[in-house]
Nanobody, 128 residues
């Protein structure tokens, strides 16, 4: 299983970015899985941003990004996305995607310890 995150960059506060996570070794169109975005700022612990699970429903967001970020997936491209709008300087971090071959309960879907496979990270910097 490989996860390739991309789409990070430098943006001004209030701007938008869309992150992508291309997956190989498993298919979004079948099976049970959970995939998520995490972020880690310098000197801080890795925190869950958003997760989405197999099936027709089941996604959640950290309170800090609700209403600004949207997670989605494209089964045909086997890619997960994170649309980030109204970005704030405090959103600055390295963003990682992660996967687990299990439909995790929403209560643990944003817990980094729930995940087995990780992408390499993409830097997001929001200037004030």
């Amino acid at each position: 299983v490989q996860l390739q995150a991309s789409g990070g960059g430098l943006v001004q506060a209030g701007g938008s970015l869309r992150l992508s996570c291309a997956a190989s070794g498993f298919a979004f169109a079948s099976g049970s899985y959970s995939v998520a975005w995490f972020r880690q700022a310098p000197g801080k612990e890795r925190e869950g941003v958003s997760c989405i699970r197999s099936g027709s429903s089941g996604s959640t967001y950290a309170d800090s990004v609700k209403g600004r970020f949207t997670i989605s997936r494209d089964n045909a491209k086997n890619t997960m996305y994170l649309q980030m709008n109204s970005l704030k300087p405090e959103d600055t971090a390295v963003y990682y995607c992660a996967a687990r071959f299990r439909r995790l309960p929403l209560s643990v879907c944003l817990d980094p310890s729930s995940y087995v496979y990780w992408g390499q990270g993409t830097q997001v910097t929001v200037s004030s």
